[in-house]
T-cell receptor, first 112, second 114 residues
């Protein structure tokens, strides 16, 4: 199963862009990268996902390197409500089915 | 569209008891996955059900089991509870049919074993 590596914690000033990196060097060609975040031990909230190309939605942008071994989640204008643990996940294909392998996540603190 | 719901939200049990947790997926979703989250081990995959069949299983002892009903609602059961079973139990649902799947999580059930 492909694993992900993320920094344990990061700080970001309110209103600035938050760039959260993730390494997934063992990712396979058909495995997607997903990002979720979890606030105060609530259920993880889906943010964005991608395979090869960069993706953008109303919450964030996802930049995936050409070799697909790493990616960066960008929150363009971080607010205090973006303080959370952010998980980068590779959706792996095992024994004919898919499952998510969660890493330890990055604890993002947005500072006023 | 209503999100994933889990009941109960909080539960206190004692060692040796058994517990059943319930999850109702998003309407139209046929896949339900269960996860255990603890401070020490993080988020760990328990199992996945699709169309009433267990489709995938994580590395948990047989005390952890689940089932899925014809309306896609799912239950998980933990028998002979141990202190280490104290955790946030999350379920997530998805359509279950395509390569590009997104799982949507419920709020979780927080279980405390005394």
């Amino acid at each position: 199963d492909a694993k992900t590596t993320q920094p344990t914690s990061m700080d970001c000033a309110e209103g600035r862009a938050a760039n959260l990196p993730c390494n997934h060097s063992t990712i396979s060609g058909n495995e997607y990268v997903y990002w979720y975040r979890q606030i105060h031990s609530q259920g993880p909230q889906y943010i964005i996902h991608g395979l090869k190309n960069n993706e953008t939605n109303e919450m964030a942008s996802l930049i995936i390197t050409e070799d697909r071994k790493s990616s960066t989640l960008i929150l363009p204008h971080a607010t205090l409500r973006d303080t959370a643990v952010y998980y980068c996940i590779v959706r792996s294909y095992t024994s004919g089915t898919y499952k998510y392998i969660f890493g330890t996540g990055t604890r993002l603190k947005v500072l006023a | 569209k209503a999100g994933v719901t889990q009941t109960p939200r909080y539960l206190i049990k004692t060692r040796g008891q058994q517990v059943t947790l319930s999850c109702s997926p998003i309407s139209g979703h046929r896949s339900v996955s269960w996860y255990q989250q603890t401070p020490g081990q993080g988020l760990q995959f328990l199992f996945e059900y699709f169309s009433e069949t267990q489709r995938n299983k994580g590395n948990f002892p047989g005390r952890f089991s689940g089932r899925q009903f014809s309306n896609s609602r799912s239950e998980m059961n933990v028998s002979t509870l141990e202190l280490g079973d104290s955790a946030l139990y999350l379920c997530a649902s998805s359509v279950g049919l395509t390569n590009q799947e997104t799982q949507y999580f419920g709020p979780g059930t927080r279980l405390l074993v005394l």
